[in-house]
């Protein structure tokens, strides 16, 4: 079925808003015995928790590589429109690292759409899926949940009710763990993660779907 383009200017339904409002009470209280303290709601993630991808070579020439090393750079210096524009020529000879990377340059520039350009350059780069179903992020001073509006009933493709609890409750493992970006997915955060009901379901489904998951890329 493939991840939809989606508008960020489109509302999602009343109902939609309850349902994960109550979703992400229930699983805080079931799962972690406490409330959540964190705001869960529906949006586009923009986070990602893929490792910074590293420089191969292959058969770039030296002027190219010193090229990537300068995109790269700007990507660090967080240039993220001299990057985007450093990296298109790497992108367009499906170059796997920089196509990697042009992918996070486009998530953190929030370019409408950028989920459809992850799915086609995936498809040529890597079989790892780069649209997150969810991830906690800071906006506007606040840290809260975002969960994918492809996921919901108005905007999305209705996911079946544990798909949204599974991944609510994986972002909020995140948070009760404490996780950090160089280590997401320790060992006692995956035995945690794999002991939620339905799981294999939620995973088939999100898969199915085209949002990354644990096992095929990074939630």
Wanted: one cysteine or more; aromatic letters at 6%.
């Amino acid at each position: 079925m493939g991840v939809q383009r989606y508008n960020i200017h489109e509302k999602i339904s009343s109902a939609d808003e309850l349902f994960l409002s109550q979703t992400a009470a229930e699983v805080s209280e079931c799962h972690f015995r406490s409330p959540n303290l964190i705001t869960v709601r529906w949006g586009i993630p923009s986070a990602s928790e893929a490792d910074e991808p590293k420089l191969a070579p292959g058969e770039l020439t030296q002027t190219q590589l010193i090229q990537l090393e300068a995109a790269v750079l700007l990507f660090m210096k967080q240039e993220y429109e001299l990057a985007r524009t450093a990296l298109e020529p790497f992108v367009s000879i499906n170059h796997e690292e920089a196509s990697k990377l042009y992918i996070k340059v486009l998530q953190k520039l929030r370019v409408p759409g950028w989920d459809l350009i992850a799915q086609r350059i995936n498809r040529v780069s890597t079989d790892t899926l780069f649209v997150p179903a969810g991830s906690t992020e800071v906006i506007d001073g606040e840290k809260v949940i975002l969960i994918h509006q492809g996921l919901s009933k108005s905007l999305g493709h209705d996911a079946p009710r544990c798909v949204v609890r599974y991944v609510v409750h994986h972002e909020i493992l995140h948070e009760h763990l404490g996780t950090i970006p160089e280590d997401p997915h320790p060992l006692l955060f995956r035995r945690l993660d794999k002991s939620f009901p339905e799981r294999a379901r939620a995973v088939a489904w999100l898969q199915k779907n085209s949002f990354s998951t644990i096992e095929g890329g990074r939630l």
